[in-house]
């Protein structure tokens, strides 16, 4: 990728009592690029992006957006400038209309008071023109979101940040509970978002999900970085023997085997 | 009905626009009552159901559940529960009749004083249920007794006795009593009260973007939070509505009995949220319909003054309601059920 990073985390540490969650990890994505986060349970995968949307803060190192360093005080400051996390649990209200949740806490309104109201016809519209790929009739925007596929919720919720303007996307093992065909729908949603210039943190511990759509690959192991590498750089199969931490395929990738 | 639902059911046919129908919270409410009209019709019309004597009857006494039953619809829908409404009643009537028999006031500002009574109520309510975070049901249960008791006391300080009466007979000449107190056409008042707080709160709930807030308030509080609803005020907004709908109810029934009574509407909470429940709410949030609820308001009415000119005892008329919350009940879970089911087999 030629263009700036427009998120960085350079060399941050999370220590929790004497275990550190993190040891010197470092990580950026640019503008339409997709970055896969691959790692096993436990080797820091959700500390890691949780320093960078702002719930935790990083015991050391920085986090720079745009080339500035920044200390977030929370999950507001991140969203505020454009970083969006969509989290497993998707907050999501089940029994309301996708084309509400779609709107959920940021109402589009018409009208003047005290006849200000929600603005249905834009609402629906909006959320039909997002969900458009989705192997979702047009009808489906008025169901209860929780009669979609597990696949349509997350697609949702992927086209709401992107909708409400995310410069980068942090997606929380999208994909970890779909089947093959419910995954690509995601993927092609990410690859939507890509192509719109948003900067895609993937996080997931399944390299055939992540090795087709990434454009750049940061291996985490036990809290430290394996390495970050091009897709140009290593095969799926190399990947799948990094994450299992069989770190004498760094030495084949002529890479520094630092850890 | 909401015009996009129309839309939708035109978009899909048939077979979806019976299951659209089906699954809409009221459905049960309204159907529970022309099932219940056509039955008292048949069976008590000759004894006198179908005059409009006493179908004005059970318009009054559907409105002042009605007009509680709408508010705290919302109330259930954000998740939460008010027993303290009854006792709000019979606090607004005392405070009412009190102010314009003894002290003197004209009605307005009776009225109005009454609204903030009622008002301080429901902030309190909403306050120490979403400061505490103790369920709501516990909190209102105290609050229920402690509004009565001071009711009671209060008034028996003041006038050493339990009731007020004489109220229209102090105030008919102020032309505000005419708000409560008069007739529209063969019908009461308080029918055009009922019909507009309903309507209000529907819009509110269906049209409003504070609308959304209450849905996802009491439909998934984590994520309202995570998406920067503030629900703690939505649910204290909300106490406060309610409340101030149990004034309402005290002024409308003041001038119903000429009479401000502190024992008054004992166990109205139950009869507002059987009305809410069976019009479709859902106790644990997330889902209800001020529609429905006034449906469910309607077929209460119907019911308490229809099961009269049955042959059947009229002690019997509680089972009778109970019996009717439960089917109601039963169906309303079972078409919800319906509503949220994935569709089978495409994705």
Known sequence: MSAAPYLEAVGVSKFYDSFSALKDVTISVAPGEVVCLLGDNGAGKSTLIQTLNGVIKPDEGTIRVNGEDIVFDGPDDALDLGIATVFQDLAVVPMMPVYRNFFLGREPAKGRWPFRRFDTEHAIAATKEAMRGMGAEAADVMRPIATLSGGQRQSVAVARAVHFGAKVLILDEPTSALGVRQAEMVLNYVREARDNGVGVILITHNVQHAYPVGDTFVVLFLGRSLGTFKKSELTEQQLMRLMAGKTETLKELGADPAV | ?347
Do not use: H
């Open chain 2, 1 to 347: 009905m909401p015009a996009a639902d129309a839309s939708a059911r035109r978009a899909r046919g048939n077979g979806f626009a019976l299951r659209a129908l089906f699954t809409r919270p009221e459905f049960t409410a309204i159907v529970g009552t022309v099932v219940v009209f056509a039955f008292f019709a048949i069976f008590t019309g000759d004894a006198g159901f179908l005059s409009l004597v006493m179908t004005r009857n059970y318009l009054e006494v559907a409105a002042t559940i009605g007009i509680i039953a709408a508010p705290i619809t919302l109330l259930l829908v954000a998740g939460e529960f008010d027993l303290s409404v009854g006792s709000v009643v019979a606090a607004c009537e005392i405070t009412l009749s009190y102010l314009i028999v003894y002290a003197g006031w004209a009605v307005l500002p009776a009225f109005l004083f009454s609204v903030a009574v009622a008002t301080l109520i429901g902030l309190t309510n909403g306050y120490l249920v979403v400061k505490t975070k103790l369920p709501s049901f516990i909190i209102t249960l105290a609050t229920l007794f402690i509004i009565r008791g001071a009711t009671q006391g209060i008034l028996r300080m003041l006038t050493g006795n339990s009731i007020i009466d004489r109220v229209r007979s102090v105030s008919d000449e102020d032309p505000v009593s005419l708000l409560f107190n008069s007739s529209v056409g063969p019908f009461s008042i308080s029918l055009i009260w009922w019909i507009g707080v309903s309507l209000l709160c529907a819009w509110v709930l269906q049209r409003s973007i504070f609308g959304n807030w209450i849905y996802a308030t009491g439909g998934n509080r984590a994520a309202a939070v995570r998406t920067g609803i503030k629900v703690d005020r939505v649910k204290i907004i909300l106490y406060v509505a309610t409340a101030v709908s149990a004034a309402l109810v005290a002024a409308i029934n003041v001038y119903a009995i000429n009479q401000g009574n502190a024992n008054a509407a004992l166990g109205r909470e139950f009869e507002v949220v059987t009305a809410a429940v069976i019009g479709g709410a859902l106790l644990t949030g997330g889902y209800g319909s001020p529609i429905g609820a006034f449906f469910g308001a309607l077929l209460f009415g119907m019911v308490g003054q229809g099961f009269f000119f049955t042959p059947l005892p009229d002690v019997w008329f509680m089972t009778f309601l109970g019996g009717m919350l439960l089917i109601a009940v039963v169906i309303n879970n079972y078409t919800r059920t319906l509503a949220l089911k994935p569709k089978g087999g495409r994705s």
